[in-house]
């Protein structure tokens, strides 16, 4: 359950980017498929951890970012669940998108 | 109301200070390694069978866990200078318990830094240490279908230990099975099948870390 974790660095990131009088009321996040995160458990824990936070009164929206391999010298994407290797190339698969862990927005009022 | 678009990694701390412990490996010619797997995969068992095989003198270890320093004494008792990490509740390491740990290490001498991550197959793969190198130890007792229940841990893994294979002839472990799934979570599976107790594939292991410090350091002397 390291979805706290990342909570508690959210709010230390919102807290870097905005000035100290804002009241941050919304804030929009990327997490990709293969980030390792789970999106159920990182709603939970911010509803338990905004509590006290510059984000108490903030509602957070998640992105999911579905993971897209694809073949680094043609390009082409691989097909989901196959080998994460190129069929034409035979180069093995990057991974284009897909391990977000991002803050993407934050919509705030300044006193 | 205003809207700022940020687009900042929420883990940046972590990757600044993953960063900062990596110049502090590559500079001292240390190859780290983030030994990751499941709890009971073997990861402690692997590192006393190196210590065994290789010269202990390069080798140093830290071992996470939630509770009690058993890993870290069982490294010493093998010959391994370690120190325990314990996390409390948290389910994994970072950069900055990795940090604050090497101060208390005596790095001189070491070739190559295991840090035993705690057992655990989906959290540790999320936060970087300032490793050279992701292992997972997956152990023939633990199912062929791992890597595809936690494709995140196995994506990032540079080699996966399949260990315990001295169990393979109680299990009917399906080894093609794993190989099958690894080969659809991660773009260039390469594997060691290790049992620890025997020291079969420990000389292939041994392989694979030697390539492998010696791939990076001979880079950085190219570029320096």
């Given at each position: 359950m ?17 000035p ?34 510059l ?15 694809e ?41 | ?40 995969s073997g ?12 010269d ?23 010959g ?29 001498g ?17 936060y ?92 950085a002397?190219?570029?320096?």
């Amino acid at each position: 359950m390291h979805e706290y974790s990342i909570i508690e660095s959210l709010v230390d990131s919102v807290a870097a980017a905005v000035p100290n009088n804002a009241t941050v009321h919304r804030i929009d996040v990327r997490i990709g498929e293969v980030a390792g995160v789970d999106c159920t458990l990182l709603a939970t824990a911010f509803e338990v951890f905004r509590a006290g936070t510059l984000c108490e009164r903030a509602s957070m929206t998640i992105e999911r970012i579905p993971a897209q391999w694809e073949c680094p010298r043609c390009k082409n994407p691989i097909a989901r669940g196959a080998f994460l290797r190129c069929a034409s190339c035979n180069e093995p698969a990057r991974l284009a998108a897909g391990d977000e862990i991002v803050l993407q927005r934050i919509e705030l009022e300044v006193d | 109301m205003c809207k700022i678009d940020v687009q900042t990694r929420i883990l940046a701390r972590n990757d600044d200070t993953a960063s900062h412990n990596r110049i502090h490996f590559l500079e001292r010619g240390i190859f780290t390694v983030n030994v990751m797997g499941s709890p009971g995969s073997g990861k402690t068992a692997v590192l006393e069978a190196t210590a065994r095989a290789f010269d202990r003198r390069a080798i140093a270890a830290l071992a996470g866990d939630l509770a009690t320093d058993n890993d870290a004494a069982r490294l010493q008792r093998a010959g391994i200078r370690s120190r325990a990490i314990t996390t409390g509740q948290a389910c994994h390491l970072d950069a900055e318990l990795v940090h604050h740990e090497l101060h208390h290490l005596d790095l001189s001498g070491v070739d190559y830094l295991f840090i035993e991550n705690v057992g655990n197959l989906v959290c540790p793969a999320v936060y970087d240490l300032g490793q050279s190198a992701n292992v997972v130890a997956l152990s023939v007792t633990e199912g062929e279908d791992k890597p595809l229940k936690y494709p995140t841990m196995f994506a990032k893994a540079d080699l996966v230990l399949i260990t315990k294979i001295d169990l393979l002839p109680y299990l009917g472990t399906d080894l093609d099975a794993i190989q099958d799934a690894l080969a659809r979570v991660m773009p260039n599976p390469q594997v060691v099948l290790l049992s620890a107790r025997e020291g079969y594939g420990i000389d292939s292991w041994l392989a694979w870390l030697t390539k492998s410090r010696d791939e990076i350091f001979s880079a950085a002397e190219v570029m320096a």
